[in-house]
């Protein structure tokens, strides 16, 4: 595989030579996934059959590709609006969270649902605490369309609900998990800051850097939030024991992740413009753009296998119209 043989000429002139120049990541592999329309949404790895999973959330589909091979392993049809996955080890099951139908659980190597939690309407990002063993849920605002949004957490095993936190807003984004919740209140251009034990919203952050702030991720070892917007696109360090903002970078628009490479200190914001901006740190509150690497219109959505060290990229054809691929990178050790 080349990028030649991937990619247009005018992309590849654009974009390879500062990308190989750098060299944090490098395409490995891709898998095409013929007759998928619109937007992916996110992924999940199951580490026990080597499956990495991906939600096709406008395709109503689940994908599911073989981890070292990249090769499919089997389209799975039938769904309503799957958005984020949960996978459950000890069980070897699959959460589906689905923004219009009962959520299904799956068996995880069958794929057969074993029983179905019937979560709010409009059910879509996640995040996992792995303190409690709960799973943080988005649920409510504009695509549903209701005014207000929900956070409700529950236990995956059982899908049992415990706590709901409202918000007044009809467009709440990623969130990223610590110490506390933070997540992307990205229609008032904000930060609300949750204390999961009491379920309520212990501080509010205004987002000034930019607009539509959208993807979270989290460096636990030096309580860093990384918040990425798309109008225009930032990728923001913020420092969460005071809320103030310690860097600023210009990252791709239309992006749908951030992800941390905590074993190499790299931040990966993927976009839909087609590149991925690359951020390595050096201290906390020190951060240099390593490169950008180029990738396709429309891969804006990513996973980390930090086991076999690739960054999985799910380019979505919904805006291009070009054949729908994953992406493989491999990731170089810093």
């Avoid at 595989?1 to 030579?17: C, D, E, I, Q, V």
Wanted: proline residues 6%; contains cysteine.
């Amino acid at each position: 595989m080349t990028l030649r043989s991937l990619f247009s000429g005018a992309a590849l002139l654009a974009f390879a030579a500062p990308a190989l120049a750098a060299a944090p990541l490098q395409l490995s592999g891709s898998t095409d996934l013929p007759g998928y329309t619109g937007d992916f949404d996110h992924f999940a790895i199951d580490e026990k059959d080597r499956t990495l999973f991906l939600a096709g959330e406008e395709s109503a589909e689940l994908e599911a590709l073989d981890l070292n091979s990249g090769k499919v392993k089997t389209r799975l049809k039938g769904f309503g609006t799957p958005h984020s996955l949960h996978y459950m080890p000890a069980a070897n099951e699959l959460l589906v969270i689905d923004g219009d139908k009962p959520s299904p659980v799956l068996d995880a190597t069958t794929l057969k649902t074993k029983r179905t939690y019937p979560l709010p309407k409009g059910a879509d990002s996640t995040g996992f605490d792995p303190a409690s063993g709960h799973l943080w849920v988005v649920t409510g605002g504009k695509d549903v369309p209701l005014p207000d949004s929900r956070l409700i957490e529950i236990d995956p095993v059982a899908g049992k609900v415990f706590k709901s936190v409202h918000f007044d807003a009809d467009h709440v984004e990623a969130m990223a998990i610590g110490s506390k919740l933070w997540i992307n209140v990205t229609d008032k251009n904000a930060i609300a800051v949750v204390d999961m034990k009491a379920g309520t919203i212990a501080a509010t952050w205004p987002f000034t850097v930019a607009e539509q702030n959208a993807c979270a991720a989290y460096d636990a070892t030096t309580h860093r939030l990384f918040i990425v917007s798309r109008k225009p696109g930032k990728l923001v360090v913020i420092n969460v024991d005071t809320g103030a903002t310690v860097a600023t970078f210009d990252a791709p628009g239309k992006t749908d992740q951030v992800t941390w490479d905590a074993a190499n200190r790299r931040i990966y914001a993927t976009g839909g413009e087609g590149y991925i901006t690359v951020i390595e740190q050096d201290s906390a509150d020190k951060y240099h753009e390593a490169a950008k690497i180029l990738s396709m219109a429309g891969a804006k959505t990513a996973i980390l296998d930090p086991i076999r060290h690739h960054l999985w990229v799910a380019a979505s054809p919904g805006e291009t119209k070009a054949m729908a691929k994953v992406l493989r990178y491999d990731v170089a050790p810093r």
